[in-house]
């Protein structure tokens, strides 16, 4: 199965992007990207995925290098409500379970 | 919206009880999923169903137990809580189509096993 590697922690400026980095070097064919954040004592919210091709809808953009081996997700514009951790998951290709890493903690500052 | 719903957001237990976590989801989703979430750990998966009556084991299923009778209701069960299970856990549900298994969660529930 697929890990991701991504990093701990990072800072952003409030209305600028936040470009995150993910990192999926064994990543199968038919294994989605998929990202997801959870802001303190709520349970994760769906951002975006994909499998191939660049995704963008209200939310982010999903960025997938054409090896698939990493993923960027964009924030456009930054807002303090942003401030998140920010999990990067694959889709297991032999069954439907989803497994999350540690994250990357995002803060977003005025 | 789709909506998970768990019975407690709060929940205190004694040592050796027994512990039962509801989950309740209204989008007819056909997998179903218990996470629990610790400082510095991320969510680990205890188990999940992708079926009435069907359950798998995630990668911490020991100590805890799960129940689908109804597709819209799924039960995480401690049959004998003890302190290291004190945690906060995590429904989620999916549609269950493989193009697509965007996961929603519910609000959580924080247990305290005393």
């Known amino acids: 199965d697929a890990k991701t590697t991504q990093p701990t922690s990072m800072d952003c400026a409030e209305g600028r992007a936040a470009n995150l980095p993910c990192n999926h070097s064994t990543i199968s064919g038919n294994e989605y990207v998929y990202w997801y954040r959870q802001i303190h004592s709520q349970g994760p919210q769906y951002i975006i995925h994909?499998?191939?091709n660049n995704e963008t809808n209200e939310m982010a953009s999903l960025i997938i290098t054409e090896d698939r081996k990493s993923s960027t997700l964009i924030l456009p514009h930054a807002t303090l409500r942003d401030t998140a951790v920010y999990y990067c998951?694959?889709?297991?290709?032999?069954?439907?379970?989803?497994?999350f890493g540690a994250g990357t903690t995002v803060t977003v500052r005025a | 919206d789709v909506k998970v719903t768990q019975s407690s957001r709060y929940l205190v237990k004694r040592t050796g009880e027994k512990v039962f976590l509801e989950c309740v989801q209204d989008?007819?989703?056909?997998?179903m999923f218990w996470y629990r979430q610790d400082p510095g750990l991320g969510l680990r998966l205890i188990y999940f169903?992708?079926?009435?009556?069907?359950?798998e084991k995630g990668d911490i299923p020991e100590g805890y137990s799960v129940s689908r009778e109804k597709k819209e209701r799924f039960s995480l069960i401690l049959e004998s809580a003890s302190t290291n299970q004190t945690s906060m856990y995590l429904c989620a549900s999916s549609p269950g189509d493989r193009t697509n298994e965007k996961l929603f969660f519910g609000s959580g529930t924080q247990l305290s096993v005393l």
């Open positions: 994909g499998l191939k």
């Open positions: 989008m007819d989703h056909e997998n």
């Open positions: 169903s992708y079926d009435v009556k069907m359950k």
């Open positions: 998951i694959v889709l297991r290709s032999n069954d439907y379970k989803l497994s």
